[in-house]
């Protein structure tokens, strides 16, 4: 139960974070109890909603630009919680996703937040969505009487 106790312990001080300037220090621990500090570089996070973000980040970093149009372009012909657009974005673009919000936009077209990873940076836009799933009304018939 001690050990049970420790790892625990641990574990939670494995997810201790420091951040400061363009680094982030962590606290890894083992199970074992062995820790370690490490420090990584903080991504950088891009906010595609601003007005010309498409067009800044063309000219600051016209190696992103294909990959993130070709990521955005993908989530547009295909939703992006299903695991092939997870599958595609990292063979056709090398990105990684980082988040496809569940929470829908009640617009039409339909809107959802997707989050992705380009080497260090986070790029984030509201994307509309092509539901392949038809809506049907609830029905009174299913909910048990009582």
Known sequence: MTRMLIAFVLSLASMYVAAAGDTITALKC???GDCVTVTVPRPLHVDLD???ALDLLKLSNPDHYPRVAGVLNASYDMSCDVPAFD??????????????GPLIKT?????RQLSFL????IYSKTVY???TEKLHPAEESRIPAR
């Open 50 to 52: 601003l007005p010309d």
């Open 129 to 131: 969505f092509k539901s």
């Open 107 to 111: 617009s039409l077209p339909a809107k």
């Open 30 to 32: 083992t199970v074992g």
């Open 118 to 121: 380009i080497d260090r940076t």
């Open 87 to 100: 599958t595609l974005i990292q063979t056709k673009f090398a990105a990684r996703k980082a988040a496809c």
